[in-house]
């Protein structure tokens, strides 16, 4: 079974080309492409995505999850492999996630390391180990069959904030959830304009807000005022 790779990007030139590269460099006969979603970036995304060896399309959509679904809707693979921008799994996923499913595993992620090495980003790092809600979201990387893709109806492209959270607690439903041992590597860039307690205490808030049933806009509203963040 063949896996698609789904990048959703906006402004993140300075990211692209080097994930890219990383992944065609650590991609096997497995991996039919590298596609990369844009939703309108105003920086040379597109051209230097392109120039690595990428398929960019242009969703007529923003949002990551309206992005996601984009690149899912044009993807030939019989897996859909969703990684953020600025993440870089280990040099195996191509063969992880081919082992996975082919012992009946339907999607899941790996742990997180982030780039630092400050202690307390490696004791959030050593969390995500566990199958916990607040330990599961898009930056450890997700895959999905596409039959469980199309039979979930895949992201709800009008959430803006908790997407791939409300997805893969969907989605998990009667299915197997493979936690991979190894680690995929995420940016700390958040943590370079905020405090590691003015992160938690955002997370935590939002998360509270999400099982209390609020709307997107106050949440995306609410991140945005208790973190300085691009």
Not at 6 to 12: A, G, K, L, S
Request: aromatic share 14%; charged share 25%.
């Amino acid at each position: 079974m063949q896996i698609s790779i789904i990048i959703p990007v906006y402004n993140e030139a300075e990211n692209i080309a080097k994930l890219v590269s990383y992944l065609m460099q650590h991609s096997n006969e497995s991996i039919t492409e590298i596609i990369v979603v844009d939703a309108g970036s105003t920086d040379h995304t597109i051209e230097v995505a392109k120039n690595a060896g990428a398929t960019v399309f242009i969703s007529p959509q923003k949002g990551r999850a309206a992005q996601m679904n984009h690149g899912a809707s044009l993807a030939k693979g019989g897996i859909l492999y969703f990684i953020h921008a600025d993440t870089f799994p280990p040099t195996s996923f191509a063969n992880d996630i081919k082992v996975a499913v082919e012992k009946g595993f339907d999607l899941g992620r790996y742990h997180t390391k982030f780039n630092s090495n400050k202690w307390y980003l490696n004791i959030n790092g050593w969390f995500t180990r566990f199958d916990w809600f607040i330990c599961m979201g898009g930056d450890q990387t997700i895959f999905v069959t596409r039959k469980l893709f199309e039979e979930t109806g895949g992201y709800i492209a009008s959430m803006r904030i908790m997407e791939e959270y409300e997805f893969a607690k969907r989605a998990r439903v009667n299915h197997r959830y493979k936690i991979f041992s190894k680690r995929a590597l995420v940016s700390a860039r958040k943590y370079d304009t905020n405090s590691w307690w003015r992160v938690q205490m955002a997370n935590m808030k939002i998360l509270s807000m999400y099982k209390k049933g609020a709307t997107q806009e106050d949440m995306v509203n609410t991140y945005k005022r208790m973190l300085d963040y691009r």
